[in-house]
Every structure is written in C-alpha cells, then in structure tokens.
C-alpha cells in the first residue's frame, strides 16, 4: 500500500514558477517509478512527466519539455515537479502517481496503481 500527497499549488501569474512535492509513505517508494499528471478543466487527465525509480530516466510531455524538471528524493520518499514559465494552460489539477510494478517509467495512465488526491495551479495571464 502507498499513499501519495501532494503539496505546493496555487494562484501564479504567467512567467512564473512553482515546485510541487508529493510525499509518499511505504516501503516501496524507491523501487517504484513515479509520475506527474494533470488535469485541466473540462478536459482529460495528461501526463506531464515520469521519473525512474534510481532518477536516471526521465520523460516528459512536449508541452512542458525545457520548463518544467521531474526529481526524486529516495530518502525523503519524495518526488518533485519544478514548474518554471509557467503558462494559462498549464491551469490544472496535478496528480503524483506510482507505478509499483516496474522501475522504468512510462506515459500510460494505465500502468499507475496509486494516485494522490491532486494539487491545484492555476495561472494568470
């Protein structure tokens, strides 16, 4: 079992930043790949980035590719998500996921069996 929870959103004016943590408690937060997806209103959950369970895959949404940085910290069971430029589109709930499964990350909201409640950002233009 892993709870995931999420912090750090808020209201943001265009061009800039926030970080967002997802703290996870269990045993397998290391060896579990983790993820960031999003929400925007009235539209479907995206992924936004993914992260190998040692840190050293990365993938990312082409939306978001060259603002934003996915990282982890294993000892503090803890994934991040460094929104940089921030943009009215990237309005959304943002969810943390794990995938306990498998140590290589992937884009597929299917492969996440945990999700953490959401944490809201909006931006202003």
């Known amino acids: 079992q892993v709870q995931l929870v999420e912090s750090g959103g808020g209201l943001v004016q265009a061009g800039g930043s926030l970080r967002l943590s997802c703290a996870a408690s269990?045993?397998?937060?290391?060896?579990?790949?983790m993820a960031w997806f999003r929400q925007p209103p009235g539209k479907e959950r995206e992924f936004v980035a993914a992260?190998?369970?040692?840190?050293?895959?990365?993938y990312y949404a082409d939306s978001v590719k060259g603002r934003f940085t996915i990282s982890r910290d294993n000892a503090k069971n803890t994934v991040y998500l460094q929104m940089n430029s921030l943009i009215p589109e990237d309005t959304a709930l943002y969810s943390c996921?794990?995938?306990?499964?498998?140590?290589?990350?992937?884009?597929?909201?299917?492969?996440?069996?945990?999700w953490g409640q959401g944490t809201q950002v909006t931006v202003s233009s």
């Open positions: 269990g045993r397998t937060f290391s060896s579990s790949a």
């Open positions: 996921a794990a995938d306990t499964t498998r140590w290589r990350p992937s884009r597929d909201i299917d492969s996440y069996d945990y």
């Open positions: 992260i190998s369970r040692s840190g050293g895959t990365l």
